[in-house]
């Protein structure tokens, strides 16, 4: 175990996370249990060592530990956490859960056996906690870690310190929002290089960031969608295909007869996959109200921005960029429907919202919200796209 405390150690003492994470704010830290969901990339491990960092530091109390490591093959994690515990452990930080057989039983049975262990774990947004666990459902607190909003990237590259806002006061007061922070900065200024590759924290890191998406997008297909779903390695290439042919043409309306035909499999596989790519985060579906899966969505988004960039070999189009963003960025505490009429979106079976480019010209429904790129602020039930990025 000592090897251990040593990993930890080295790792909180090195962790930087320039940016302090809105989730970090929303998760009752008092269960005993926590869940931490995100897709690959995210920044998982950076949050459960800034937390570790924040409230612990270096005392023993706290450990991390990965599940990846060759250790358990041998150890069972029941095991190694009696002993934690035993000498003192309060709080058990356990990285990459989903590649430990038989997590959930064991997690089960330290929240039984260990009331005064404390256990906090990733695991990969394809993990249906609640759904597909009942071992664990009642006990579980689960969240998900998302990529970085619009707000936490400006405030990481302007060095500023916004709030988020939720979606009834941008709608309410986003004249005064927008000309407050357009006072201090220009969010514009931001915002193209946001939607190209501010999603996703390894943009920070002295790599390729194309390059870097594509490896972890294959990575999210080999492990998050294939071992977790235990589908055969020979089935990759028609993953691959599906999310290739879904990502050129997003955002529309798939033709499920088609993509069969193109990857070669049934029509009632294909539309699984297309769950299986929305599960880890690599493309939304969009539905009309009162409608869900497995019925086939009425449009196919990639599931941000920046995944549009390197997986199309033509230029992406500026209006599937902005619908993307705006999907992505009001999904996390809002319900999105197909639109009525000529707006793209329903928003909580409420607002209409069309979304559109600076220079659109046309009669201006009362009933609709215009959402309006490259425009600083905007008036009455016209809205800058960007603000929406402060949503959390």
């Known amino acids: 175990m000592e090897s251990f405390y040593r990993t930890h150690k080295y790792l909180v003492e090195h962790v930087n996370s320039p940016v302090k994470r809105e989730l ?20 998982k491990t950076t949050f459960l060592l800034e937390y570790a960092k924040e409230n612990f530091g270096t005392d023993r109390s706290c450990l991390y530990i ?9 150890r069972s994690l029941v095991d190694f956490a009696d002993e934690f515990r035993v000498k003192g452990g309060k709080t058990l930080l356990i990285d990459q859960v989903f590649k430990y057989p038989d ?7 330290c929240y039984d056996n260990f ?5 906090i774990f990733t695991g990969s947004s394809v ?10 459902s009642g006990l579980v607190d689960s969240y998900n870690l998302r990529g970085f909003s619009f707000r936490e990237y400006l405030n990481l590259m302007a060095g500023t310190n916004f709030r988020s806002y939720k979606l009834e006061e941008i709608l309410k007061d986003h004249v005064h929002i927008a000309s407050e922070i357009c006072s201090r900065v220009k969010p514009l200024a931001y915002f193209q290089d946001y939607l190209h590759h501010g999603f996703y924290p390894f943009f920070l890191e002295k790599r390729n960031f194309s390059e870097n998406l594509i490896k972890t997008i294959n990575m999210t297909m080999e492990v998050d969608i ?7 390695l020979t089935y990759l290439p028609k993953v691959r295909k599906l999310l290739y042919l879904l990502s050129v043409n997003a955002p529309s309306a798939p033709n499920v007869s088609q993509l069969s035909k193109e990857i070669q499999t049934s029509r009632a596989t294909v539309v699984n996959y297309i769950k299986y790519l929305k599960d880890a ?13 497995p019925k086939k969505p009425a449009m196919v988004y990639m599931h941000n921005t920046n995944l549009m960039y390197p997986m199309r070999p033509s230029q992406v189009e500026a209006q599937a960029v902005r619908e993307t963003f705006f999907y992505n960025t009001l999904h996390k505490d809002n319900h999105l429907n197909k639109g009525e009429k000529n707006a793209q979106f329903l928003v909580n079976k409420k607002y209409n919202f069309k979304i559109e480019g600076e220079n659109t010209r046309g009669r201006n429904n009362p009933d609709f919200y215009y959402v309006t790129d490259l425009i600083e602020t905007g008036g009455e039930n ?10 959390y």
């Open 226 to 232: 294939l071992f977790l779903k235990q589908i055969e």
């Open 115 to 119: 009331p005064d262990l404390k256990i």
């Open 24 to 43: 970090m704010k929303e998760i009752d830290w008092n269960n005993r249990l926590i869940g931490i969901k995100g897709s690959r990339g995210v920044g």
């Open 281 to 293: 985060r690599l493309i939304n579906m969009l539905y009309p109200v009162n409608e869900e899966f």
């Open 66 to 74: 990965n599940l990846n490591h060759l250790y358990f093959t041998e």
């Open 103 to 109: 997590w959930s039983n064991e997690l089960k049975y």
């Open 127 to 136: 993990m249906r906690l609640k759904e597909e666990n009942p071992v664990l």
């Open 382 to 391: 016209k809205i800058p796209l960007w603000i929406f990025g402060l949503l």
